[in-house]
């Protein structure tokens, strides 16, 4: 093998790939383009407008080398990091790509030769996997690379089937892996023996299929090549280091954190964990704040501020003082700029922003020592409740290893299970809000409001309007308003808007002092019991200490206040016809609908929905009374209370009881009887995922107003068909029939129309032969046109081209058997003119390409092949 560095490394693949017709792409952005991901997670992110069809490509062959964040994988990675030496957070990925031009053959010949060539990687020690249904694969790798039969291992979906997402291009896939020796571990290769001894070096993805959402697969119009190699895998094995974290691209960084913390690497154990975890979050928090991501509590700035704590904490761990953030990006800037300049023109910012942050995390550990201390202090039986851990570490920042480190030395378990519960409630929510893109707000200010006035004092549930003391006005995060205001923060000393919580959005009003107004349009919690209301001012100005009248949208609360009773009553009625496992797993209460997320097994029946609803109406129409009461947690299960998803419960808990039946804890706000919901209707019902799913429904006039839309339909479909609503079956029936008729006769008319064109083509050929262009018709209609005329009395050949939609083209040839010609031979060339390929049958192939232009072109080489001219 040929020792590289990483700069030598990226060189060779990127000026490889040139000189074979790639197109170099410089590295995209950390933040993704693409609303599926948050970060760019792999090399073909940022293609994947071109794998889609979205935009033109630049060049039919790319290359690149792209920077990559990834915290989740096949694992979650960032917990991974650090406990072994091969995950990564940040990464840089190789690869090179193929939208309809080569494929399989051409890109395992090319990464074979690139490896054992380029790099000199001993052939001896490479294995690969295939799919355990891509004959092809493993056939070229025997037949035309010469690797040994028992080093192609075939392998299932989880290891060789790549998907763009759910539904979209996949396709099997063949990895490269390079054996690091006996030992490192167990043979029998990566099938069966040791991860760290079969290192993974390269992906080729083969992406031939589209998956649809019913997961049928159909084959793409190209057939397209995308590769992933990883650079920090590769760079141990050429250069002969013991991992990645003794390459020219991590070691620097690992002596910067050995240097801060008074630690040597390679004394084993935590400190070789926790310098591993130094180093790598080190890379990663440089380059995402290089590329505009800050630390925030949601989305892609909670990912940041999750990595740079962890770093800071086990820092601290290791002995580090002063400020370490700051020396550790240092020292990243100075290993990588070299490659990516940009760091350095970045380097005061990154090192601003990482500064920042570890201060203020170091405010939020001096924040949760102390309420840990009180909670400790409380503790009922020696144990720290699971949702208070997560309160540490969610509101405060607090780690859960810091939490159970103080409270064992106290003599106190920590519930790690409940922690863990809520936490995988808390990565739901946001990957749920990974989308949302919307700006995150620091909760210094809102600390500073809490611990100066404490709560805020609830009014909203006997009071639509309250008075009010002002307590702060902050800036909002974005002052967008589309022109009709600023944008505000108000908090209140007490306020009858309802905070967003429990699945129940956010109460809007108004708030009104001696000197201005505001129109609140949410109200959330900034802390836990400090309520945020989030405004435009519409008139002069609002300052803290003023007398404030705060009210809300009743007619807007009347409504929210029927769907979240109808809620309850809902899940009530959801167990009681498919049974107590039924347990809630999110909800949205709004004014317009109710979403109810639940755990069952399948869909609903029609009549299990129906059952449901008329539970729900019967309930609604016995008119029984809504009743509330506080009590303890204990008597509360007592009482049989189910708790609401997402709901943060206290000592002191709010029994909501809808009826008779319906008993929940719940903190929102509900209607005083049943009857007062209105009418309730299911909407839909379908699955958010495996064993989960949701259902939407309408009460009160939302629900009246869905059925007077429907009658309407009804009515206007009825006019159109010449009949009455209770005709409409009967008419679709007939007009059904009718449709079908005309498709067979548009069928027999379309066969006749052919075997006229196909007499036509066969009269005018030329030694057999017809050469030929027709627009306008699809490749189907193409192919059916060739083979009524191949079938024609001496022909034997037919090529045709033309394009569908003046944008593809499609080509077709059909020979006679017996004839020594090849259909896939007479089409290979134009094909390639076209600026596409495809087309491998002898007696028939099809092909495709995306340049209209060179059609004429492209059948003049056919015509000389065939000897027509």
């Known amino acids: 093998m040929k020792a590289m560095d990483a700069n030598q490394l990226r060189q060779a693949f990127v000026g490889y790939f040139v000189e074979r017709g790639h197109r170099y792409l410089p590295s995209a952005p950390l933040v993704s383009t693409d609303p599926t991901v948050m970060f760019t997670v792999a090399g073909m992110v940022p293609l994947k407008p071109y794998y889609l069809g979205e935009q033109v490509p630049p060049h039919p062959r790319l290359a690149s080398v792209q920077r990559c964040v990834r915290v989740r994988g096949k694992h979650d990675d960032i917990d991974v990091v650090g406990t072994d030496t091969r995950h990564l957070t940040f990464f840089e990925m190789l690869g090179n790509f193929s939208l309809g031009d080569y494929f399989k053959a051409e890109a395992i010949t090319m990464a074979w030769e690139l490896l054992t060539e380029v790099l000199g990687l001993d052939g001896d020690r490479l294995w690969v996997t295939v799919h355990e249904n891509d004959a092809e694969a493993a056939g070229i790798w025997v037949d035309k690379v010469g690797l040994p039969p028992e080093r192609v291992q075939a392998m299932g979906d989880e290891d060789n089937w790549w998907a763009m997402g759910e539904v979209g291009p996949c396709g099997t896939d063949s990895e490269i892996f390079f054996d690091k020796g006996d030992d490192h571990g167990a043979g029998g290769g990566p099938a069966a023996g040791s991860d760290e001894r079969y290192v993974e070096l390269w992906n080729l993805v083969f992406m031939q299929y589209n998956r649809a959402p019913d997961g049928t697969l159909s084959e793409l119009p190209d057939k397209n090549i995308d590769t992933g190699a990883g650079l920090e895998r590769m760079l141990p094995i050429l250069t002969g280091a013991e991992s990645v974290f003794d390459t020219d691209v991590l070691r620097p960084i690992v002596a910067a954190a050995e240097a801060a913390t008074g630690c040597r690497y390679g004394s084993g154990g935590r400190t070789d964990v926790g310098l591993r975890i130094l180093a790598d979050h080190a890379r990663a928090m440089v380059f995402l704040v290089s590329d505009g991501v800050t630390p925030a509590n949601e989305a892609r700035g909670y990912v940041l501020r999750r990595i740079i704590r962890r770093a800071l904490r086990w820092g601290a761990q290791l002995g580090a003082t002063g400020a370490l953030g700051p020396r550790l990006a240092e020292a990243v800037v100075a290993t990588m700029a070299p490659a990516y300049p940009e760091l350095t023109t970045n380097a005061s910012t990154i090192a601003a922003v990482v500064a920042a942050e570890e201060e203020r995390f170091g405010r939020t550990l001096r924040a949760g020592q102390g309420l840990l201390g009180d909670e400790l202090a409380a503790a009922a039986g020696g144990r720290l409740a699971g949702p208070v851990a997560f309160r540490l570490h969610d509101t405060y920042g607090f780690p859960i290893e810091l939490t159970a480190e103080i409270a064992a030395e106290a003599g106190v378990e920590v519930d790690r299970a409940g922690f863990e519960a809520a936490m995988a409630d808390q990565r739901a929510r946001a990957r749920e809000a990974a989308g949302r893109g919307g700006p995150a707000t620091d909760t210094t200010a809102y600390r500073q409001v809490l611990e100066a006035h404490g709560p805020t004092t609830f009014t909203g549930y006997d009071e639509a309007s309250s008075t009010a003391t002002v307590l702060a006005v902050l800036e909002a995060p974005s002052t967008a308003t589309n022109g009709e205001g600023s944008g505000v923060e108000i908090v209140l000393d007490r306020s009858p808007f309802y905070a967003e919580a429990g699945g129940q959005v956010g109460d809007t009003g108004t708030i009104a002092t001696p000197t201005g107004a505001a129109q609140v349009t949410d109200t959330t919690y900034g802390l836990p019991g400090l309520v945020i209301h989030h405004a435009r001012l519409t008139e002069g100005t609002i300052a803290p200490g003023q007398g404030a009248t705060a009210a809300i949208d009743a007619g807007r609360r009347e409504a929210i206040r029927r769907n979240h009773t109808g809620t309850h009553l809902l899940h009530w009625a959801l167990r009681a016809?498919?049974?107590?496992?039924?347990?809630?797993?999110?909800?949205?209460?709004?004014?317009?609908?109710?979403?109810?997320?639940?755990?069952?097994?399948?869909?609903?029946?029609?009549?299990?929905?129906?059952?449901?609803?008329?539970?729900?109406?019967?309930?609604?129409?016995?008119?029984?009374?809504?009743?509330?009461?506080?009590?303890?947690?204990?008597?509360?299960?007592?009482?049989?209370?189910?708790?609401?998803?997402?709901?943060?419960?206290?000592?002191?808990?709010?029994?909501?009881?809808?009826?008779?039946?319906?008993?929940?804890?719940?903190?929102?706000?509900?209607?005083?009887?049943?009857?007062?919901i209105g009418p309730f209707h299911i909407l839909s019902e379908a699955s958010i995922g495996s064993g989960t799913r949701r259902l939407e429904a309408l009460t009160g006039t939302a629900a009246l107003d869905h059925v007077r839309h429907q009658e309407h339909l009804l009515a206007e479909a009825a006019g159109v068909l010449q009949t009455t609503p209770a005709g409409l079956p009967a008419a679709l029936e007939r007009l059904t029939a009718g449709a079908a008729a005309t498709r067979e006769e548009l069928k027999a008319l379309r066969s006749a129309a052919l075997g006229v064109e196909a007499g036509s083509l066969a009269g005018a050929a030329t030694d057999g032969a017809v050469v030929a262009r027709r627009d306008g018709l699809g490749p189907d209609q193409l192919k059916e046109l060739a083979l009524a005329t191949r079938d024609r009395a001496g022909i034997?050949?037919?090529?045709?081209?033309?394009?569908?939609?003046?944008?593809?083209?499609?080509?077709?040839?059909?020979?006679?058997?017996?004839?020594?010609?090849?259909?896939?031979?007479?089409?290979?060339e134009a094909a390639r003119l076209v600026g596409g390929g495809g087309g491998k049958g002898p007696e028939l192939a099809m092909a495709g390409g995306r340049d209209p232009a060179r059609i004429d072109e492209a059948l003049g080489l056919v015509r000389t092949k065939l000897g027509l001219t």
């Open 796 to 828: 034997r050949a037919v090529v045709l081209a033309g394009s569908p939609d003046h944008k593809r083209v499609s080509l077709v040839a059909a020979v006679a058997p017996g004839t020594g010609l090849v259909a896939a031979e007479l089409l290979a």
């Open 577 to 676: 016809v498919l049974g107590p496992h039924v347990k809630q797993q999110g909800s949205l209460v709004a004014p317009d609908r109710l979403r109810f997320d639940f755990a069952h097994h399948g869909a609903l029946s029609p009549a299990e929905l129906e059952a449901v609803e008329d539970r729900v109406n019967a309930a609604v129409l016995a008119d029984e009374a809504v009743g509330v009461t506080e009590t303890s947690w204990d008597e509360a299960q007592a009482m049989g209370a189910i708790a609401f998803f997402g709901e943060k419960y206290g000592e002191r808990v709010r029994v909501v009881s809808a009826g008779p039946e319906s008993i929940e804890l719940c903190g929102g706000t509900h209607v005083g009887a049943l009857g007062m």
